[in-house]
């Protein structure tokens, strides 16, 4: 069984910082690509960064210059570094990891963290 728990939500005023993590546990072989989404009310989940097991980065056009996504391999933790944080970034942010349990590869998601930028 794999589990992956996310913690750092909370609520933050315009313009502050917020850290994100997210560990995975279980039976594990490996961590490939590790992602962070997040969900509005009333809107689509959607991706917000990504990271490979190499260290590759990729963001949402929204966040870009903003948030930073880095990771632990020898911990199998994702971070999410969230700075200049906006009243539309308020959304439930959820953890996402591509794990491998012996020979399969699986998609795994967190329950989720609430994240509340104040104006």
């Known amino acids: 069984q794999v589990q992956l728990v996310e913690s750092g939500g909370g609520l933050v005023q315009a313009g502050g910082s917020l850290r994100l993590s997210c560990v995975a546990s279980?039976?594990?072989?490996?961590?490939?690509?590790m992602a962070w989404y997040r969900q509005a009310p009333g809107k689509r989940r959607e991706l917000v960064a990504v990271?490979?097991?190499?260290?590759?980065?990729d963001y949402a056009d929204s966040v870009k210059g903003r948030f930073t996504i880095s990771r632990d391999n020898a911990k199998n933790t994702v971070y999410l570094q969230m700075n200049s944080l906006k009243p539309e970034d308020t959304a439930v942010y959820y953890c996402?990891?591509?794990?491998?349990?012996?020979?399969?590869?699986?998609?795994?998601w967190g329950q989720g963290t609430q994240v509340t930028v104040s104006s």
């Open positions: 990271i490979s097991s190499g260290g590759t980065t």
């Open positions: 279980g039976s594990i072989s490996s961590v490939n690509a």
């Open positions: 996402n990891a591509h794990i491998k349990v012996v020979v399969t590869l699986n998609d795994y």
